[in-house]
């Protein structure tokens, strides 16, 4: 049985309902819970196959009584009518297909304990087992199929002398900080190695004293691009460098020199040019990243992507060399362009409002895999046509969201100091008409340089089912905008963080207020990572938010500066170091202003988070609960790095924030909501 939809491409396409679920009758909408994000089905990672006849695709799940997700791996046909799964249990990762699709290979874990790697598996495609190819002495990590399917070629680990391990086993693992391959955390050097597909044997092509960033083979098998680093600091990305290296010697030949940070490295199929991404071609430069084209003999470079404004991603060549493809990010939608190597003239192949992801393409390039989402439309998996034809959707993975209420949104914009104009999400009620002021989420995104997209996000809706309107502004220093507003919060060009991004978001308050939407004594703000970090900021600023609720952020630079990253922040946000310029290092943080804090905060924090490390969520809540002129409450996630993994945690952190919301901004005593028993494998409603 099949059913109609209407696409968010405008497009009517056909997605078969799994054996023995039928189409029933929607109910009423209601409002969305944390359950309901967290019940959600994931789709990503398509694979299309060379010929473009099928893709694979990931599919996670939550398995609350493990307090884990699970994920499958499913094949479906390149016009969705045949879909099931395609990977066993002992599942996989790293999947791509030989180039002419003989085989599907991937990473598997082997052996127990200490001795536990990752080696590299091949299925046939015309059926049968999965067999082990390698067995290398460490894990191998990233890897490519040469063009005539004769060998893989893979990155891995360098292997630790057997006394040496032998040490380490019985306690002696000691970490010399910034050693030899060491940096915070104990590391090997890497290299490169091939496996012949007929001998069944490896060979080591380098033998560096380096880490490896990013790597391509020439079409004809005989030069490897990549780019590397000598040292293992982790505010050290300026010294990637791309170069060649011979696959027969493992000679190696530099052919950037300079003070930016390379990467993305992928040959021409001609051989005759490597594309690199980087921001600059001299410094580390807070900009949008470039696509960059490098002569392989005379080392001679030049700018592609001028003519582009905006973020590429996943650039891929066209076979004749003469086109690369890439997704692009312009404000909050994401499409596919295309480039023209010689004239540099963009072209814009998909006009869509959301965000268009182009995961894979066929051999030809004439077809691709992507994921699709916009604010009300979870993502899916998806097939098109470089051509211009219309696309297939291929998996519905989240049918119950029609029943669900969800939110309307528009991209507003208004104006803020130095000339910037900002632009933001706003999300409101369903049916929401202006002239009834509503309570107001502030969002603030990570990064500096995160972005806020078209794409789906439960937290909007979940809060406008609760009566909410959300702001959640791109303010200076956003990425996917000009260069300008890239830069906008650097020293360089203005004041750095904390000034014109703080005036950005306040702006954008103040415009919803003066529009009617906003209700300016019901405001809240929340944000995570540079949204922890603006977040807190901004309540030693203005005493104008009823509640703060600040995850994973960093409050007090000065004692950040080893453990955590600096390089943006001396280089960009800030400047100088808290040394030179202590000042500056102590006026740009928060707890310095922590007197100030009247709000009611919300604190929380992983405690394994080495992005932004823990201890700063510690000071800053002993502070505020010493100062005692704010209500005060800190949640200590163990185990969870900066971004949360485990759903428990997960749900404990978005109930707890909600709470803290609906008491201090609206003033009421929320019940949050039960945990629904589990359904029966046959009553959920999941198509994947």
């Known amino acids: ?111 127990e304990g200490a001795g536990r790697t990752q080696q590299l598996f091949v299925m046939r495609m015309a059926g049968g087992e999965a067999v ?23 990155q891995a680990d360098d292997e630790k002398p057997d006394s040496i391990a032998r040490e380490e086993k019985n306690g002696a693992d000691a970490i010399f900080v910034d050693e030899g391959p060491n940096g915070q955390t104990a590391d090997q050097w890497q290299n490169l190695w091939v496996f012949d597909m007929a001998s069944k044997e490896s060979r080591q092509i380098t033998d560096q004293e380096f880490l490896i960033g990013s790597w391509d083979v020439s079409s004809d098998g005989a030069w490897i691009a990549l780019t590397a680093r000598n040292r293992n600091r982790r505010n050290d990305a300026d010294l990637n460098e791309v170069h060649v290296a011979n696959v027969q010697t493992g000679a190696l030949r530099r052919l950037t020199d300079n ?12 051989g005759e040019m490597i594309l690199y991404t980087a921001a600059d071609d001299e410094a580390w430069m807070n900009r949008n990243t470039k696509l960059w084209l490098i002569d392989p003999e005379t080392g001679e470079h030049r700018l592609l992507s001028d003519r582009f404004e905006g973020s590429p991603s996943n650039a891929t060549w066209t076979p004749d060399s003469r086109r690369i493809l890439f997704n692009g990010q312009q404000g909050t939608d994401t499409n596919l362009f295309s480039i023209d190597v010689e004239s540099g003239e963009v072209s814009q192949l998909t006009q869509r409002e959301g965000t268009l992801s182009a995961g894979s393409f066929a051999k030809d390039r004439s077809r691709y895999a992507f994921t699709f989402s916009d604010y009300r439309t979870p993502t899916d998996i998806w097939i098109g046509s470089t051509d211009g034809g219309d696309p297939v959707r291929l998996t519905e993975a989240n049918p119950q969201v029609s029943e669900w209420v969800l939110a309307d949104m528009e ?78 919060n650097t020293v360089q060009k203005g004041d750095g963080i904390g000034f014109g991004d703080f005036q950005d978001l306040m702006h954008g308050v103040d415009h919803l207020i003066e529009s009617g939407i906003a209700d300016p004594d019901r405001l809240g703000v929340r944000g995570w990572s540079y ?37 943006d922040v001396r280089l960009w946000h ?101 945990r629904p028993a589990k359904k029966d494998d046959d009553e959920k409603k999941v198509i994947s």
């Open 1 to 111: 049985m099949a059913y109609s939809i209407r696409s968010s491409f405008g497009v009517a396409v056909l997605v078969s309902l799994l054996p023995g679920l039928a189409a029933a009758q929607s109910p009423e909408p209601r409002p969305m819970t944390v359950d309901d994000a967290l019940d959600m089905v994931s789709v990503g990672s398509p694979l299309i196959s060379p010929d473009g006849s099928w893709v694979l695709y990931s599919r996670r799940t939550l398995d609350w009584d493990e307090n884990e997700y699970d994920t499958e791996y499913w094949r479906v046909s390149a016009d969705g009518s045949e879909r099931y799964r395609f990977i066993g249990e002992d599942g996989g990762s790293g999947f791509q297909f030989s180039p002419n699709g003989t085989w599907l290979s991937f990473r598997r874990p082997v052996g």
């Open 132 to 154: 082990q190819l390698t067995k290398h002495a460490t894990s191998v990590a990233s890897y490519q199929w040469a063009d005539d399917e004769s060998a893989v070629f893979f």
């Open 259 to 270: 003070d930016a940070p390379e990467g993305g490295v992928s040959w021409s199929p001609d």
């Open 411 to 488: 991209v507003i914009d208004w104006a803020s100091v130095g000339d910037f104009t900002i632009e933001g999400l706003l999300h409101t009620p369903p049916g929401y008409e202006e002239g009834d002021p509503l309570p107001l989420m502030l969002n603030i995104h990570g990064g500096p340089a995160g972005v806020f997209a078209n794409s789906w996000r439960a937290s909007y809706h979940i809060y406008a089912g609760l009566g909410y309107a959300s702001l959640s502004p791109n303010v200076r220093g956003s990425r996917s905008y000009s260069d300008r507003l890239r830069e906008g």
């Open 531 to 567: 949204g922890g970090i603006l977040g807190g900021w901004t309540i030693t600023q203005t005493d104008r938010f009823k509640a703060a609720s600040i995850g994973a952020g960093v409050y007090d630079w000065t004692s950040e500066y080893g453990p955590g990253f600096n390089n």
């Open 574 to 674: 800030i400047g100088g170091t808290p040394w030179d310029n202590p000042e500056a290092w102590r006026n740009q943080s928060a707890l310095t202003h922590a007197t100030q804090v009247t709000t009611p905060t919300l604190l929380i924090h992983g405690i394994n988070d080495t992005t932004d490390t823990e201890q700063q969520s510690m000071m800053f809540y002993a502070a505020l609960r010493d100062i005692g002129k704010a209500d005060v409450r800190y949640l200590r996630f163990p185990r969870e790095p900066h971004g949360f993994r485990e759903p428990r945690h997960q749900r404990i952190r978005d109930v707890e924030e909600l709470r803290w919301m609906q008491t201090h901004v609206l003033g009421v005593e929320w019940t949050p909501w039960t």
